[in-house]
């Protein structure tokens, strides 16, 4: 994923919506002003070289669509706004990759003096890595139709997927040989939400936790999420164990042979470079 601070800026500022969002009652009946700001990020070179708008995104129809989604849709909150609001820019612009938003609210009924009430939030597309395995039944069929449902996910797109290969089953050795590959997505679901989609179309397949490494219908397992170093009590990112799985780094430098692994500091070649020669 190309950087934030790499790509150009469209600015809008003050952009003025009268809607009818609010805890109150009154406020959602008789609505009041809100204003908006929203900084698009995308790379708008050559948009200036051609003079061609094409490569870019038009701004008057970014413009009308934060004002008639404001308009159309009513929420309690206007962190409720923002969230969606960011997520719905992002899914009818394509060409913005990051997008910075801002909801104030000058008429927020609190009871004081002030100039107004406002919420900032920062929301992009995250390029994501899948690691997909299968051993049990028809392999092939649970992995495709597990790539399918991605696709069809709303908050998914531009999927690609590597080559799937047969490999030895790790870990538990006495069991059917696997087939493997990797999955790259863009997503605006959090690492969380992804994690829980995932397990949910492990479910879909009748995959049986038992045993620990254990034969699987379907395996999905987030090895990189962007850059980050992310550890809850559900999931680890990167993957804990990636870096030792020939299974994994083969198909992933496939896809991404420069990938660089955030913790160990080294790009996937040189990860699969490495245990290549201790094997």
Request: glycine share 4%.
């Amino acid at each position: 994923m190309v950087s934030k601070t790499s790509l150009d800026q469209i600015k809008i500022k003050n952009l003025e919506v009268f809607a009818f969002h609010g805890v109150f009652e009154k406020e959602r009946k008789n609505g009041q002003s809100f204003y908006v700001d929203a900084t698009l990020y995308l790379d708008i070179h050559k948009a200036g070289e051609t003079d061609d708008l094409s490569y870019s995104e038009n701004y008057g129809e970014v413009c009308h669509f934060i004002h008639d989604f404001m308009r159309k849709n009513t929420f309690l909150l206007i962190e409720s706004v923002a969230e969606k609001l960011a997520q719905s820019i992002l899914l009818n612009f394509p060409l913005i990759q990051y997008l910075d938003l801002v909801i104030k609210k000058p008429q927020a009924p609190i009871g004081l003096p002030f100039e107004n009430i406002s919420i900032s939030i920062s929301r992009n597309w995250h390029i994501v890595y899948v690691a997909l395995g299968s051993n049990i039944g028809d392999k092939e069929t649970y992995i495709r139709n597990a790539i399918q449902s991605i696709k069809e996910h709303p908050l998914c797109k531009d999927i690609r997927v590597s080559q799937l290969i047969e490999t030895d089953p790790y870990g538990v050795t006495e069991q059917d040989n696997f087939l493997n590959g990797v999955l790259e997505v863009k997503t605006l679901l959090s690492p969380e939400k992804l994690l829980k989609f995932l397990q949910t179309l492990e479910e879909e397949a009748q995959r049986v936790r038992m045993i620990h490494w254990g034969p699987r219908t379907l395996d999905l397992d987030i090895i990189f999420y962007d850059q980050i170093i992310y550890e809850s009590e559900n999931l680890i990112i990167p993957h804990p164990d990636m870096q030792n799985r020939t299974f994994v780094l083969q198909p992933l430098s496939e896809l991404s042979v420069g990938q660089r692994h955030p913790v160990l500091n080294k790009t996937v070649k040189q990860i699969l470079d490495e245990l290549q020669k201790k094997i």
